[in-house]
């Protein structure tokens, strides 16, 4: 197992703990230090493991951040009209 999958999983219990504790912000700044974190992890794990690995890392994320990525599509749908 590559260092870069040891620190994905890592951030994925990182993740899932920062998720249970309570916030006054709905999460949103650990989501954002989650997501500044994990996405040159994600790139990492492309390059050193290859695509398909990279999109189940992805989905891993995805899994964990849901609400982030639901906001972002709707931002992206309005755009597009």
């Known amino acids: 197992m590559t260092l ?10 990182l993740a899932n703990v ?7 912000d ?20 492309t390059w050193e493991n290859g695509w398909i690995v990279g999109l189940l890392a992805l989905a891993a994320g995805m899994s964990v951040l849901r609400w982030p990525v639901r ?3 709707a931002w992206v749908k309005r755009q597009l009209g």
Do not use: D, E, K
């Not at 870069?4 to 219990?13: D, K």
């Not at 709905?26 to 230090?33: F, L």
């Open 18 to 24: 920062l998720g249970m504790l309570p916030s006054r």
């Open 26 to 45: 709905n999460h949103w700044t650990r989501a954002y230090v989650l997501i500044a974190l994990g996405l040159p992890l994600l790139v990492w794990v």
């Open 71 to 73: 906001y972002l599509l």
């Open 4 to 13: 870069s999958l040891i620190l994905t999983f890592v951030w994925l219990v």
